[in-house]
């Protein structure tokens, strides 16, 4: 029997970008996702946009009720900026009221809302000035993030600032994914370092609030594992966990950005700007616990024609494929169960032990109405044994002592997924877009249910 802690968090992960709908009305303004989809609908799969997504704008009561049926007593979203405050600086009161019904309902049936400030949804008035490539980003983020825990923080104990921040770093200005979809290896720094800096004038706010409560931030992290032993293969690899993990948790844990990190953007001319009073803000301001989203390792090797100073990741590091990988087919990654493990030891070991949870773990299948029963039951037995053999390894890890708090999935009900819309899903509920968003159960959900009543499996 693998058994968890008591009062151990059971959960699902969402955004608001990705389940809400109403996406152009009730008072929201567009998000550079809205204006993207708008200009050019063809990059997204099936012309599917963020408009409508899973209308979880109407739907929440009954999806809090399906959560409450499964045994959850966690559940992270995300308040959408734009929704909150449409033009930077007022508060649309159809938004207070809309989120806090849905956060009361949450309580009321015993699912403890953990609320994320910012899921890749950069308002379009602040995009057309430059978004996070601006210090103006900055201030306008910590507006946002104080307005929202002064009117919700007498029902919102754990807060989050930003998920997964490295990206849409990465995403927007190194790989051409997420708008602006460039490549431009000193934006990216810059994106980055006012992300780190909204991030921390964010937990400033929080705390001079008074407001009881936690706040933390999410980070995907994928460990890296060299291919090789060779010095250039471990370069690479010391490289990539300092760009796509310690990048953001050594400032967020620890309270300052790596010196080596420092050190390799002065050499390369990539410094970027700030301001006085930044690395003390840093310093001052550690987070109180981490979620920590886990899909798929990050396997690498030494650049086969390395620039310096680099122009791209590429340059830097270069993904390798590992030949004796297992793969899910649809998404095109890697799973690797083990690399939960060592998440757990690293932020046991590397990182004060910190309070963390995982904050999404999940796998997307194309088409899964392909595996339903006669009843009409998607039997998702591939979602319930790649849960099992994450959890054994993180129940491995918090048996060894690592301070793990909870387990989210991603995510309750199916949902719209960026650029990839609706082709991959991974909720314990399916949503037939076709008919009125109606939701119906997947064997998983049924699995989950019965693990959280055991603790364990």
Known sequence: MIEFPKNFLWGAAASAPQTEGHSNSNGKSPST???????????????????T?????????QDIERMA?????SYRTSIAWTRLLPDGYTINQEAVDFYRDYFTTLKNHGVEPIINLFHFDMPWWLMEKGGW?????????????DTAFHLFGDLITKWTTFNEPIVHIESGYLQGYHYPAIVDIQKAVQVGYHTLMAHFKAVEKFRASGIKGEIGIILNISPAYARSHSQSDLEAKNLADLISSKSFLDPCVLGEIPQRLIKYLQEAGLTPETQPGDRELIRQNPVDFLGLNYYQPLRVKAPER??????????IFEVYDWPEKRINPYRGWEIYPEGIYDVAKMIKDDYHNIPWYVSENGMGVADELRFADVT?????????DFMKEHLVQLHKGISEGSNCFGYHTWTFVDCWSWLNGYRNRYGFYHVDLAHGYKRSVKKSGLWFKEMIGNRGF
Not at 53 to 61: G, I, K, L
Not at 69 to 73: A, P
């Open 69 to 73: 049926e499964l045994g959850l007593n």
């Open 376 to 384: 009409g039951m998607i039997q998702d037995d591939y979602r319930i």
């Open 33 to 51: 996702w809205d204006k993207w989809f708008e200009l050019c609908p063809n990059k997204f799969h099936q012309s599917q946009g963020p408009e």
């Open 306 to 315: 390395p620039n310096f100073p680099p122009k791209t990741i590429s340059d």
């Open 133 to 145: 490539e601006t210090r103006e980003s900055v201030d306008a983020f910590s507006t946002y993030a």
């Open 53 to 61: 997504t899973s209308n979880v704008y109407e739907m929440y009561p």
